[in-house]
């Protein structure tokens, strides 16, 4: 699977939209971008996953450019409950394949 | 049902103890697997099981012991652990993987290892 790279960290405030990106360079065709978050002492939660169109759910917009080497992840109206680790990662879909994740983005929502 | 249940929510093991470790999802899932968290890292995958089959083995060591018994179930038998194996353990769950879903994570085992 193509490796990504995240900013370590980013803070936002409440109410704003929060804008994630990621790189993903060495992406192949057949590899879906995947993102995931995890609040603190929880498991990690699916937010959403495209191939190359930008997609769009009650959690999230992901948008994935033209060339498919990065993408941002879109959280329209921050909440504090936002406050999380975001995992970008991408995968071939295979019966079994694994999920690697990265080191991600810790995100602070403040008020 | 959407979840996967892991129980037990904590556990605290001597290093001679024998534990195990369960996960039980039941949203028709044929993918199955094992990760391991230290504190402020990503998850690590350790195992994975496909239609009740081990199919990757992260180069676990042989103190962990993964099995399938069903399509449901999920354990992770422990023995002679060490303290540095402390940690959040997760199982996750997902489709066949023939179609992009996303993968169902249950709260995980903090276990400590003493």
């Known amino acids: 699977d193509a490796k990504t790279t995240q900013p370590p960290s980013m803070d936002c405030a409440e109410g704003r939209a929060a804008n994630l990106p990621c790189n993903h360079s060495?992406?192949?065709?057949?590899?879906?971008v995947y993102w995931y978050r995890q609040i603190h002492s929880q498991g990690p939660q699916y937010i959403i996953h495209?191939?190359?169109n930008n997609e769009t759910n009650e959690m999230a917009s992901l948008i994935i450019t033209e060339d498919r080497k990065s993408s941002t992840l879109i959280l329209p109206h921050a909440t504090l409950r936002d406050t999380a680790v975001y995992y970008c990662i991408v995968r071939v879909e295979a019966a079994g394949n694994k999920l690697t994740f990265g080191g991600g983005t810790r995100v602070l929502v403040k008020p | 049902d959407t979840e996967v249940t892991q129980t037990p929510k904590h556990l605290v093991m001597g290093m001679t103890n024998k534990k195990s470790l369960k996960c039980e999802q039941h949203m028709g899932h044929r993918a199955m697997y094992w990760y391991k968290q230290k504190a402020k890292k990503p998850p690590e995958l350790m195992f994975v099981y496909s239609y009740e089959k081990l199919s990757i083995n992260e180069s676990v060591p042989s103190r962990f012991s993964p099995e399938c018994p069903n399509s449901s179930l999920l354990n992770l038998h422990l023995h002679a652990l060490q303290p540095e194996d402390s940690a959040l353990y997760l199982c996750?769950?997902?489709?066949?993987?023939?179609?992009?879903?996303?993968?169902?994570f249950g709260s995980g085992t903090r276990l400590t290892v003493v």
């Open positions: 495209g191939l190359k």
């Open positions: 996750a769950s997902s489709q066949d993987g023939t179609q992009p879903y996303g993968y169902t």
């Open positions: 060495t992406i192949s065709g057949n590899e879906y």
